[in-house]
T-cell receptor, first 113, second 115 residues
Framework: DTGVSQNPRHKITKRGQNVTFRCDPISEHNRLYWYRQTLGQGPEFLTYFQNEAQLEKSRLLSDRFSAERPKGSFSTLEIQRTEQGDSAMYLC???????????FGPGTRLTVL | RKEVEQDPGPFNVPEGATVAFNCTYS??????FFWYRQDCRKEPKLLMS???SGNEDGRFTAQLNRASQYISLLIRDSKLSDSATYLC????????????????FGKGTLLTVNP
């Protein structure tokens, strides 16, 4: 499968714990995006990378959230001290240079108890 | 005003019906426009880009009216397999006025096509 992959697909954690998600983009794509989607809403932009550089962060991305893309390939999204409000689907997408189609991964569904 | 607003839905239509989705966006400097489709518990997938001249892909027709900041999607001869949530998506300019690669999604409109 040469699409965007995300791991894990599901994560259940207790409030206050830290979690980390991984995204592997389509191999030749240099842009990588993170979005969050809650029930009944469209995805909301969190942050994006061009190669290894993080170029924009949404106000939704509090200090508890950090994203990296150390070698310009896969990316990780870490949430520290999780809160119940962090429960959502976290979607990763990738695209080629330019304003082109963004291809989404299957998402990681986070449930914070 | 929300950045992207869509018909709230849901829409329930019989097979073969024609259904129209409407969407408005707030930033007149927005540069690119799309319709994405999202099946239940799946990721969004691009259905079609929307161009100023209007564009058609089989049973699907997309229209853009920049003056009214309005986007539409028309599905003709709807099929059971068209049942999904349809997301209106806009690519607004960055705060500096330059290119911006993030997508702004509407809430989506759920379509159910019934046999």
């Amino acid at each position: 499968d040469t699409g965007v992959s995300q791991n894990p697909r599901h994560k259940i954690t207790k409030r206050g714990q830290n979690v980390t998600f991984r995204c592997d983009p389509i191999s030749e794509h240099n842009r990588l995006y993170w979005y969050r989607q809650t029930l009944g809403q469209g995805p909301e932009f969190l942050t994006y990378f061009q190669n290894e550089a993080q170029l924009e962060k949404s106000r939704l991305l509090s200090d508890r959230f950090s994203a990296e893309r150390p070698k310009g390939s896969f990316s990780t999204l870490e949430i520290q001290r999780t809160e119940q409000g962090d429960s959502a689907m976290y979607l990763c997408a990738s695209s080629l240079q330019g304003i082109g189609e963004q291809f989404f991964g299957p998402g990681t569904r986070l449930t914070v108890l | 005003r929300k950045e992207v607003e869509q018909d709230p839905g849901p829409f329930n239509v019989p097979e073969g019906a024609t259904v129209a989705f409407n969407c408005t966006y707030s930033n007149s400097a927005s540069q690119s426009f799309f319709w994405y489709r999202q099946d239940c518990r799946k990721e969004p997938k691009l259905l079609m880009s929307v161009y100023s001249s209007g564009n058609e892909d089989g049973r699907f027709t997309a229209q853009l009216n920049r003056a009214s900041q309005y986007i539409s999607l028309l599905i003709r001869d709807s099929k059971l397999s068209d049942s999904a949530t349809y997301l209106c998506v806009v690519n607004p300019p960055s705060n500096s006025g330059g290119s911006n690669y993030k997508l702004t999604f509407g809430k989506g409109t759920l379509l159910t096509v019934n046999p």
